[in-house]
Nanobody, 130 residues
């Protein structure tokens, strides 16, 4: 399984970015995908997750109403649209899944199992700064 995260960059507070996670080596529409982030000196945390069908989504409280997760199974890609970005959103963002945990139909569970997921992308840096 290979996950390729992209779309990071430097943006002003209040700005927007769209991250992409392109997957290969798996039957994409069978697996949920999660976005996680790690800021300097902090532990990795779940940001948002989506189930294999896209019917179930989960957002960490601080990003609710600002971030939107979606997926295009025809393109084997999951997106994270990030709006109204804040300096505290600055982090390296990773996408991840797992051959077992990734099959859950409940996106919140996938996010909760973040530390146990087996397949991770390389991360993309998001910097929100004036």
């Amino acid at each position: 399984v290979q996950l390729q995260a992209s779309g990071g960059g430097v943006v002003l507070p209040g700005g927007s970015l769209r991250l992409s996670c392109a997957a290969s080596g798996l039957t994409f529409d069978m697996y949920g995908i999660g976005w996680f982030r790690q800021a300097p000196g902090k532990e990795r945390e779940a940001v948002s997750c989506i189930s294999s069908s896209g019917d179930s989504t989960f957002y960490e409280d601080s990003v609710k109403g600002r971030f939107i997760i979606s997926r295009d199974n025809a393109k084997n890609t999951v997106y994270l649209q990030m709006n109204s970005l804040r300096p505290e959103d600055t982090a390296v963002y990773f996408c991840a899944t797992d051959p077992v945990y990734g099959t859950t139909p409940v996106a919140e569970r996938l996010c909760a199992w973040g530390h146990d997921l087996d397949a991770w992308g390389q991360g993309t840096q998001v910097t929100v700064s004036s």
